[in-house]
């Protein structure tokens, strides 16, 4: 009888077990960059923010567990399209609304702008969509720009996209394009870094403001308190804002330059 109990005991252990198991491997998602560029994507570095920001939340919390994989956008576009799944770090809710009606976002993680980039002996200041008639701007695969979308559509503003920030300062200087749109954050990173050298020209009026979060789809609606919780503790930590600067995003945009329409969806 005591020999039959032990049995029993072994095998409810084992079920307990695969059972703690199932709940680990469940527990487990992947949460998807697109970003190719730094600060975002650094490849040949050990770290960069978006490693960081995923290893950060993990060591908040132990309801979720994130894995961070790396998307192309257009991919990405197209997943979101077609309902699966999905969690998206750096993105704003506006850029995908269209593509998902029932897309989630978290709080702000931090404030952003796309600005105009041109050469210092041509400079280019950026003040509304039509200035740029006629010009040759660069752009990246699968982004959408807010003002300017229906003016690439319709080919008075020349648009040629590029899979990299770098890609598109080599066209600059190689005289491909007149001007090329790029992130604040990424720009700041890179002259921070003396990747861009100092004879570019960056527009102080930014071409669109917006904020950046974490996007989930309907499935993972439920992570959003957790995650929310995350960002606010994060955005109060010292040590975590002391990273923010080294990789230059201390100095970005603030809300006060966000323009009418995205006030309007807040």
């Known amino acids: 009888m005591g020999r039959a109990m032990i049995f029993i005991k072994n095998i409810l252990v084992a079920i307990c077990a695969a059972g703690l198991s199932a709940m680990a491997v469940a527990s487990s998602y992947t949460i998807y960059v697109y970003h190719d560029d730094a600060p975002y994507s650094i490849p040949a570095d050990t770290t960069d923010i978006s490693r960081e920001w995923v290893k950060q939340a993990n ?24 309902g699966q799944p999905y969690i998206i770090l750096w993105a704003n809710e506006l850029w995908f609304k269209f593509r998902d009606k029932n897309v989630k976002s978290s709080r702000v993680i931090f404030w952003d702008a796309d600005t105009l980039v041109s050469l ?21 695969y699968g982004h959408y720009y807010s003002d300017l979308n229906q003016l690439f559509k319709e080919d008075k503003v020349h648009r040629i996209d590029a899979r990299s920030s770098l890609e598109n300062y080599l ?23 003396l990747v861009f050298s100092r004879e570019l020209f960056v527009s102080s009026n930014p071409q669109d403001a917006y904020s950046r979060h974490v996007l989930v789809s309907k499935h993972y609606e439920w992570m959003l308190p957790t995650i929310n919780r995350i960002i606010d503790e994060m955005n109060n ?23 009418l329409k995205e006030l309007d969806q807040l």
């Open 237 to 259: 930590d010292r040590e975590w804002q002391s990273k923010m600067e080294q990789w230059g995003l201390s100095e970005l945009v603030n809300p006060f330059e966000l323009d």
């Open 120 to 140: 210092l002996h041509n400079p280019i200041s950026y003040h509304n969509p039509k200035e740029l008639i006629g010009l040759r701007v660069g752009a990246r």
């Open 171 to 193: 066209k600059l200087k190689n005289g491909i394009i007149s001007a090329f749109l790029d992130g604040r954050s990424t720009i700041l990173y890179m002259q921070k870094k």
């Open 59 to 82: 060591a908040r919390q132990q309801q979720i567990k994130l894995k961070l994989k790396h998307i192309d956008r257009p991919i990405l576009n197209s997943m979101v399209e077609s």
